[in-house]
């Protein structure tokens, strides 16, 4: 059974009916993107998964257990994370109380925890005492996943991690999630820039006005001609 199962899912808000009928699976060990224009529905699947956005019907269910309807807070205790559009770190916090906040749903010590996400993201160290709003936007990204893992996620979600971020900064983030997915933790990444998440997806699907309209492994969407037209900025 895949890690994430969603099965005929449907969302509205009020009378704008977001996301259609979708269905997809992201199997343990997997980094799936789903990518697709503004307003396709990409931020409502993920609202949805982790229990902010509450569906109108379908099924999700994670790790065997059906989660649509439960509170988010429960949902990250069962191994579930999201970083959101945005970030949204406390900026107010020093770098080390934003990982502390991280490790909340955790019983035991996770200092070993915070050493490591300091070894992946040396610049978080070197800060770990200023204010987390002091950090350039690329950094507080990382700050944003590192929190995320502190929780040991099942599964990590991300929503536009790259987003307004430089091109040099976009390929720390995006190595970064490589050796994420390479250390075991499963991702479902979305991302607008298609180019660079293909690059590092097992699969993606290709979503349009609240629906899949394609799917395939990262490598076969990159020399697909209808990705390539849409996504890719022509030939
Ligand atoms: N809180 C809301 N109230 C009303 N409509 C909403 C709300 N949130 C999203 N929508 C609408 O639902 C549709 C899907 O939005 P969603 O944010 O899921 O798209 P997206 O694929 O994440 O787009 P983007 O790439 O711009 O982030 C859009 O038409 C959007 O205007
Ligand atoms: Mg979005």
């Known amino acids: 059974m895949a890690l994430l199962e969603i099965r005929d899912l449907v969302v509205s808000y009020g009378a704008i009916k977001a996301v259609k009928g979708i269905s997809?699976?992201?199997?343990?060990?997997?980094?799936?993107?789903?990518?697709g224009a503004n307003g396709a529905g990409k931020s409502t699947i993920m609202k949805s998964v982790s229990g902010i956005v509450r569906p109108q019907s379908g099924t999700i269910t994670f790790d065997g257990k059906p989660i649509q309807g439960q509170s988010s807070h429960r949902i990250v205790q069962m191994g579930l994370c999201q970083v959101p559009e945005g970030r949204q770190i406390f900026?107010?916090?020093?770098?080390?109380?934003?990982?502390?906040?991280?490790?909340?749903?955790?019983?035991?010590a996770?200092?070993?925890?915070?050493?490591e996400m300091y070894d992946m993201f040396?610049?978080?160290?070197?800060r770990r005492r200023q204010m987390a709003g002091t950090l350039s936007g690329g950094e507080q990204q990382m700050l944003a996943v590192a929190r995320a893992m502190m929780a040991h996620p099942k599964l990590l979600m991300l929503d536009e991690p790259s987003l307004g971020l430089a091109p040099l900064i976009?390929?720390?983030?995006?190595?970064?999630?490589?050796?994420?997915?390479?250390?075991?933790?499963?991702?479902?990444?979305?991302?607008?820039?298609?180019?660079?998440?293909?690059?590092i997806s097992d699969r993606a699907y290709v979503m349009e006005t609240g629906r899949i309209v394609l799917t395939g492994t990262g490598n076969e969407l990159l020399h697909n001609d209808r990705v390539i037209e849409f996504f890719l900025g022509g030939k």
Request: avoid cysteine; charged fraction near 25%.
């Open 122 to 126: 040396p610049v978080l160290r070197e």
């Open 91 to 108: 900026p107010k916090m020093s770098i080390q109380e934003n990982l502390d906040m991280g490790a909340y749903t955790r019983t035991g």
């Open 24 to 35: 997809f699976d992201v199997d343990r060990g997997e980094l799936v993107t789903l990518i």
């Open 170 to 199: 976009v390929q720390d983030i995006f190595g970064m999630l490589k050796r994420i997915r390479a250390a075991g933790t499963t991702i479902l990444l979305v991302e607008q820039n298609a180019r660079m998440a293909l690059g």
């Open 110 to 115: 996770y200092s070993q925890d915070i050493e």
